[in-house]
């Protein structure tokens, strides 16, 4: 039997802005993703752990557009969402960051996130001009990049960057993009101890503000345990627990089989 929570969670006092009805998805005879039913409300992080292949990437795609659902429902506050492509998700408030970097490689990093920026606010067709001529985005662009270490690269383009800096920008375009859920896909994979921190900051940072969703799949247990108000795990495919994290990470169910950790009665 999964481990399941019966009640809302402890920050879930408003009504969900994300919900996934029966989502699935097969390929061929496999099925991926089976009827993952789950509510996300604003001013929680939910965590999404499990094995490697369990689902949580193509969950995320699902939700995100990048698949096309077999059955079930992908809603924003009450908006079935499951026929729209990606583009059409990404303007309607849903905010997604990949594992691989997704960004203009021949464009500078400033550049990057002024696009970001107007796109945000459909300013203009002529970008160039815009960009030249609206001090308020330039600003905000130096903002933001201070805001991932990255001003002193604003004129690097991005595809000379190291993988460490192409993920921090890439935080910088979900930012800049203020989307109302923001989905963030192992944020810190790639890079090093002295960079991850940066990047815990700042979803740090979101979640005290209290007023968006957040969805982070995540393999280091350590962060999970900081950062998530709650946690669901995925098996093949399918939701096996979802509660506190307390909760989840001491089922022993969860600790063998689907987090790879001992026991806590056997740690030492």
């Given at each position: 039997m999964p481990l399941q929570q019966s009640d809302?969670?402890?920050?879930?006092?408003?009504?969900?802005?994300?919900e996934t009805r029966d989502l699935t998805i097969r390929f061929g005879g496999h099925v991926a993703v089976n009827a993952v039913s789950c509510a996300f409300h604003p001013g929680t992080l939910t965590a999404i752990v499990g094995p490697n292949g369990a689902g949580k990437t193509t969950y995320f795609n699902l939700i995100s557009g990048q698949l096309k659902v077999s059955e079930g429902q992908v809603l924003l506050n009450g908006r079935d969402l499951s026929a729209l492509p990606a583009s059409a998700r990404t303007h309607a408030g849903l905010g997604r960051a990949f594992q691989l970097t997704s960004l203009f490689p021949n464009l500078t990093v400033m550049e990057n996130v002024r696009l970001a920026l107007q796109s945000r606010q459909r300013v203009g067709l002529d970008m160039w001009n815009v960009w030249s001529h609206h001090r308020a985005l330039i600003e905000r662009s130096v903002e933001l990049l201070e805001s991932v270490a990255l001003a002193g690269k604003s004129n690097v383009q991005a595809a000379a960057l190291p993988h460490g800096d192409q993920r921090k920008l890439e935080v910088a375009l979900l930012m800049a993009l203020d989307p109302e859920v923001y989905m963030f896909d192992e944020p810190t994979a790639g890079m090093s101890v002295d960079e991850v921190p940066v990047i815990l900051d700042l979803i740090r940072a979101l979640k005290q503000r209290r007023d968006k969703t957040i969805l982070l799949v995540e393999h280091k247990m350590d962060v999970v345990r900081e950062l998530a108000d709650r946690i669901i795990v995925l098996h093949n495919g399918?939701?096996?627990?979802?509660?506190?994290p307390e909760t989840v990470i001491a089922s022993p169910v969860v600790q063998q089989a689907y987090l790879g950790l001992a026991p806590l009665e056997d740690a030492a």
């Open positions: 809302a969670p402890p920050h879930a006092t408003r009504a969900a802005s994300l399918t939701l096996m627990a979802d509660g506190e």
